[in-house]
């Protein structure tokens, strides 16, 4: 090739993903079309909310920071080295850059024409399987072994409204890191980092940390010619190391190395150079513990385009809740945060299916969880209880609307099932004809339950009101609740029927304070949680929150503190209840991500003795709040 600064090109790419996998030919044709651009240090290469360019970008040399402006802040979400590329939303969306790209360091970038390019993506079959594995799962390079995992890059956004619990949760990081004395040989130590597959070694002296090399010195201090590779370490270590604490946060991390402008923050027992080495952290540590967030899950629900990608965030979304279990997450905060990636899970299954038909809504409608859906309070793999509601319409038009929705309802409560929401076992789901009809419909239904209630229907109908309305028109929302709240004001009989109903299952202990166990079956000698002891309260909370005219709180821990606040003669009571509600859904939830289960059968055998006693202190206020309820609604409409 005539062109040196061409074949300076093809020298470079020729050694990284996907370019390895091009012929010669082609790489000098790509390196004859590609421009080369430098950019200072904190220069932005482009911005969120930019249109995407026409060209992608490998770099060449430096580093380039990818971050998300938010409140004013700008946060760093992941940060590109030399081979990595970035800039490739133009090959997958057509809409404009989410996140910030912007030079670290001085740096030279490869930009390389994207309609020039795809000619080799149609002919090279590992080109666009490299590309597509990079975009979906938001690897700067899906096959680096070092920085595998699921990074964020500017094809994804870090966070929406929903609070990052683990951002503010202690990082994960290299405990007993590899460490070296300062005339230690800087090819022996470069030796180590190879062997190892790290990116850094401290530099320690009476196990005191005095320095740090990366492999980015020994590429800009070495490579280049400027130390031997027979120099000691302590001749090009950064000093002094920037030393944090123990148990410090991803946020805190994150902070610090942007402050610093470092790569590697050094642990030490108390967090000064003063101390003992216990750890290091890396961009790396800091990147890949925001991957699962919150934010991540959802946007990745909203992108998803099939079942098998719905799935995969509802599996991650069980790792979530283990590792918020795991550092002792507020159950009620997972439980919120769990609630809104099950809800936009609900929400895509719906958009997906609207798409599979290939005709829009004929008319408004709204989508309604019921049961533990409704009340958010599903952390496991349960049952999946919903309904349909949609506008009214002409008879003549009536039959042919409703088979329109029971058809969507049919898609997407098998997109539910495939994703892991198992069908009810009472079949109540908005395929079924029965759950699925319009406003004057349901509010006959609801009628129904209120005015001529009974016993052996009240129990079913009972999850109708703890309810959700998660998609759709807020009209017919508004309709169904002002309607409710109108029929069971100061309305007896209903109430001694749900009362009555409530009062079926009594604290879980026998005359001598023994758990009340299954004596028979599948689950012989385990403890039944769901019946026994959540359902009690979930009961009372629910007959109990109706009382005072309130439809808008559904969660039951939720229920009793507002409970607490409207009635202060019972205001320790319902704490109680509430925070006992909340052990119980934690016995739950470990049971069942143990197990991999719905978590409803207790292995009591395997409680430790503190847990045992825990449990029981849970069963006290359900006998105090069915004392309650006993007296103060009348069963006298009972026959």
């Given amino acids: 090739m005539n062109n040196p600064i ?21 790489l000098q044709l790509i390196a004859i079309n590609t421009k080369i651009k430098s950019l200072d240090k904190n220069e932005i290469l482009f911005k969120g909310g930019d249109t995407t360019h026409t060209d992608f970008y490998v770099i060449k040399a430096g580093a380039i920071g990818l971050s998300l402006t938010s409140d004013a802040e700008e946060m760093l979400i992941d940060k590109c080295d030399e081979g990595d590329i970035l800039g490739l939303r133009p090959f997958f969306a057509k809409n404009d850059y989410l996140l910030t790209a912007k030079a670290r360091e ?29 975009f979906a799962s938001q690897t700067r390079n899906p096959h680096d072994k070092e920085r595998s995992g699921k990074l964020l890059a500017e094809n994804t956004i870090f966070s929406d409204q929903v609070a990052d619990i683990q951002y503010f949760q202690p990082i994960k990081y290299t405990h007993n890191p590899i460490t070296a004395n300062p005339e230690d040989l800087l090819m022996f130590i470069a030796k180590t980092m190879t062997n190892s597959t790290i990116g850094s070694v401290i530099i320690q002296e009476n196990q005191l940390p005095i320095g740090i090399i990366t492999d980015r010195d020994l590429r800009s201090k070495i490579a280049t010619g400027l130390f031997p590779i027979t120099a000691e370490a302590k001749e090009i270590m950064t000093t002094p190391v920037i030393t944090v604490p123990e148990n410090i946060s991803v946020a805190e991390a994150q902070m610090i190395m942007l402050k610093y402008n470092v790569g590697h923050l050094c642990v030490t027992r108390d967090g000064t150079d003063n101390s003992t080495i216990s750890g290091i952290i890396s961009e790396h540590d800091v990147v890949a513990a925001q991957a699962n967030t919150p934010g991540v899950l959802l946007k990745q629900t909203r992108r998803a385009t099939n079942n098998k990608e719905l799935k995969y965030v509802r599996e991650k979304l069980s790792d979530l809740i283990q590792n918020s279990i795991d550092k002792n997450i507020p159950i009620s905060h997972i439980s919120n945060i769990v609630a809104e990636i099950n809800i936009a899970l609900t929400r895509r299954a719906i958009e997906l299916a609207v798409e599979k038909i290939g005709t829009p809504p004929p008319v408004r409608f709204a989508w309604i969880n019921v049961g533990s859906q409704g009340r958010k309070e599903q952390l496991l793999k349960t049952d999946q209880d919903n309904a349909l509601v949609f506008e009214d319409v002409e008879p003549a038009q009536y039959d042919a609307v409703k088979r329109y929705f029971t058809e969507l309802a049919e898609f997407v409560t098998d997109s539910l099932n495939k994703v892991g929401y198992e069908f009810s076992p009472y079949n109540i789901v908005a395929r079924n004809t029965q759950w699925c009809k319009s406003v004057t419909d349901w509010i006959n239904q609801y009628n129904t339950w209120i005015n001529a209630p009974a016993e052996k229907g009240i129990e079913i109908s009972a999850l109708f009101f703890d309810f959700d309305f998660i998609y759709g028109y807020p009209a017919i929302e508004e309709a169904l609740t002002d309607n409710i709240k109108v029929k069971i004001n100061k309305n007896k009989k209903f109430f001694a029927y749900m009362a009555s109903d409530t009062l079926k299952n009594l604290p879980p202990l026998g005359f001598f304070r023994q758990f009340l166990v299954e004596n028979d079956g599948e689950h012989k000698d385990t403890f039944d949680i769901k019946l026994r002891a959540l359902e009690p309260l979930i009961d009372a909370a629910r007959v109990l929150i109706l009382s005072h005219g309130i439809t808008d709180i559904t969660n039951t821990y939720q229920r009793f503190k507002k409970l607490a606040e409207l009635e202060q003669q019972n205001a320790d009571l319902y704490d109680e209840c509430a925070e006992a509600f909340n052990l119980l859904q934690h016995f739950r939830t470990e049971e069942g991500l ?35 309820i006993k007296n103060r609604f009348s069963l006298t409409f009972i026959s």
């Fill in 6 to 26: 061409a074949q300076t090109v093809v020298d470079f790419l020729k050694y990284y993903p996907p370019f390895e996998s091009l012929s010669k030919e082609d």
């Fill in 106 to 134: 001085e740096s030279i970038i490869y930009a390389i024409p994207i309609l020039f390019f795809q000619q080799f993506i149609t002919k090279n079959a590992k080109v666009l399987e490299f590309l597509l594995e990079s």
């Fill in 594 to 628: 143990k197990n991999d289960s719905n978590g409803r059968y207790i292995n009591l055998s395997e409680l430790s003795k503190t847990d045992k006693v825990k449990l029981k202190n849970c069963f006290e206020p359900i006998g105090n709040v069915q004392d309650i």
